[in-house]
């Protein structure tokens, strides 16, 4: 995993590395900057959606993140079929023990 700010060395000079990566897996591959804080990553995977303000809820039995962006969009933070929330669940999940994100 590269650090913060790295991004285009992941990503290699035009390209490289991301087809080479698509070609040996045979699956498209996606490239998400990392953050060293919750909300970072949920804005750096939400891109190009313009977030207002991310919230994090903490219960005895959950972390909660609820994300407001601007209402024009919410369907770009959403994605078809749902397609980007859940990356971005995914993602918060495996690095922050984030059990739910919401978009408002």
């Known amino acids: 995993m590269a650090k913060q700010g790295e991004m ?4 290699g000079k035009g390209g490289k590395n991301i087809n080479m990566l ?3 897996t045979g ?13 970072g990553l949920i804005r750096n995977c ?3 959606a313009k977030v207002k303000e991310v919230r994090i809820t903490e219960r005895p039995d959950k ?3 609820v994300v407001e962006v601007e ?12 397609r980007t929330i859940d990356k971005t669940r995914m ?9 739910h994100v919401q978009v408002t």
Do not use: C, H, T, W
């Open 27 to 39: 699956k498209p591959i996606e490239v998400v900057e990392f953050s060293d804080n919750v909300e």
């Open 46 to 48: 939400l891109s190009p």
């Open 8 to 11: 285009g060395l992941a990503i």
């Open 22 to 24: 698509r070609k040996m």
């Open 63 to 65: 972390k909660i993140v």
């Open 91 to 99: 993602l918060a999940k495996r690095y922050y023990q984030i059990d």
């Open 71 to 82: 209402p024009q969009d919410k369907a770009l933070a959403i994605g078809k079929n749902g």
